[in-house]
């Protein structure tokens, strides 16, 4: 089983930065798939990025493309993503994930952290 706990978030004015971690406990997650998703209120969960088992290749969704950077360092059990030039409509709670891909940007998540809350003034 594998435990996943983000950290990080908090309240920033638009145009700030934040560096949200992601730490894995139980159980290595250097055979995973990392990804970073969020919700908003009243939204549906939505991908923000990946990156692969090595850490050298990273995808993201087109909203956060230049502005966010995800990567991991796999002695650690950890993911980050940094984030900057914040929106906000980058508001939202963000989820560490762990899985496998499907197939060319799809993904399948076996495990799921609880959450960290990113708010973004105007």
């Known amino acids: 089983q594998v435990q996943l706990v983000e950290s990080g978030g908090g309240l920033v004015q638009a145009g700030g930065s934040l560096r949200l971690s992601c730490t894995a406990y139980?159980?290595?997650?250097?055979?995973?798939?990392m990804g970073w998703f969020r919700q908003a209120p009243g939204k549906e969960r939505e991908f923000v990025a990946a990156i692969n088992r090595n850490g050298i290749n990273a995808h993201y969704v087109d909203s956060v493309e230049g502005r966010f950077t995800i990567s991991r360092d796999n002695a650690k059990n950890t993911v980050y993503l940094q984030m900057n030039s914040l929106k906000p409509e980058d508001t939202a709670v963000y989820y560490c994930?762990?899985?496998?891909?499907?197939?060319?940007?799809?993904?399948?998540?076996?495990?799921w952290g609880q959450g960290t809350q990113v708010t973004v003034s105007s």
């Open positions: 994930g762990a899985g496998q891909s499907t197939g060319q940007f799809t993904y399948v998540i076996d495990y």
């Open positions: 139980g159980r290595t997650v250097s055979s995973y798939i």
